[in-house]
């Protein structure tokens, strides 16, 4: 088994290249950026084998001829511009050519070199309007509303790749993941929703207070390392019934900014976090107001045999082994880390 992984050397796509490299597989990491050393070493200690290849996603020469030079049998598709309000306006083109673009130029290079699945890495935010209704979020019966370019651009290519599948016969599955965090979030300079928990840490890192909203919106988090075992059991599973997988942990989480907070004092016994005072303003964004309906991950556990393995409490227990054991080799091997005042 041979995986091409797009957007590789990101957030969520280090966490899959990981997982795939610990259970030995071959991987072929395809990104516009390159490797962070600490990553790279890392990743060379792991029983897998992987090499890195440096290409845009909208380049649909380069893409195709990474295709057809390395034949992967999978592919898993997670290049993407997470982008804010702000970024919309100002890289209104380049958002739609990497999260549409690219999406097709990875389905045609797929179909052209006979690879036997794709697993695209969708968003629970093609929900849009419909994320904050009271009932759980399910594939067949809740109607994606996007309402941000991020979640049109997604749910545009979710639809995309219903068409390879119906006129082509590709073997493509659309996976709307949650909200993630955990080990190998950085800011890279393609997210602008970085997770609650992230901004804490770079607070933290940055030897400034933590100031939480008095009332935290709750949320359907999922742990990154969830996020890799369930697509890669996508990825693995011979026979699926459905073309679109909810992935995410499917109970709300509370309380994260505090908790997070509580737990980091163990790495940064310096720490001070406090609930922001009346007209005071917090400087951790919860990503929205409101609260979030769950996600039915009940196809995912029919079909894959798959349930995230991580609650609220043991996924900060391991974030914080890994932040304990990685943080400062990490953050000054030109993980990510960037100022946001300057």
């Not at 709750?218 to 369930?230: L, M, P, Q, T």
């Amino acid at each position: 088994m041979k995986t091409l992984l797009t957007g590789g050397t990101g957030f969520v796509g280090l966490n899959i290249a990981e997982e795939l490299l610990r259970i030995g597989q071959e991987v072929i990491i395809l990104s516009d950026q390159g490797l962070a050393p600490f990553a790279q070493l890392k990743l060379e200690r792991l029983p897998g084998k992987f090499h890195v290849v440096k290409v845009d996603v909208t380049d649909r020469e380069a893409v195709h001829a990474v295709f057809r030079r390395s034949r992967p049998t999978h592919v898993i598709h997670a290049a993407v511009i997470t982008a804010g309000q702000e970024r919309e306006s100002r890289d209104f083109d380049r958002i739609v050519d990497v999260n549409i673009k690219g999406t097709a130029n990875v389905l045609r290079g797929a179909l052209q070199c006979g690879t036997e699945r794709v697993v695209y890495v969708s968003s629970g935010s093609v929900y849009g309007e419909t994320l904050y209704g009271a009932h759980p979020l399910s594939e067949r019966e809740c109607v994606p509303i996007p309402d941000t370019l991020y979640s049109i651009t997604k749910y545009s290519s979710e639809r995309i790749c219903a068409r390879f599948r119906q006129v082509h016969g590709l073997n493509v599955i659309c996976v709307r993941v949650g909200s993630v965090f955990g080990p190998w979030e950085r800011d890279t300079g393609v997210r602008d929703t970085l997770s609650t928990p992230f901004q804490i840490l770079r607070l933290a890192l940055n030897g400034e207070q933590v100031r939480i909203a008095r009332n935290e919106p709750r949320r359907d988090w999922i742990y990154s390392r969830d996020v890799a075992a369930g697509l890669i059991r996508i990825v693995n599973t011979p026979s699926l019934r459905y073309s679109i997988y909810n992935l995410g942990s499917g109970i709300r989480w509370v309380n994260v900014g505090a908790e997070w907070c509580s737990c980091l004092r163990a790495v940064f016994p310096g720490l001070q976090f406090r609930t922001v005072l009346p007209g005071e303003t917090a400087n951790v964004g919860f990503l929205g107001e409101l609260d979030r309906a769950t996600m039915c991950v009940e196809r995912l556990t029919s079909d894959a045999g798959f349930q995230p393995a991580f609650d609220q409490s043991n996924a900060f227990a391991d974030y914080l082994a890994w932040i304990n054991e990685n943080h400062l080799a990490f953050f000054q091997s030109g993980g990510g880390i960037r100022d946001d005042k300057k």
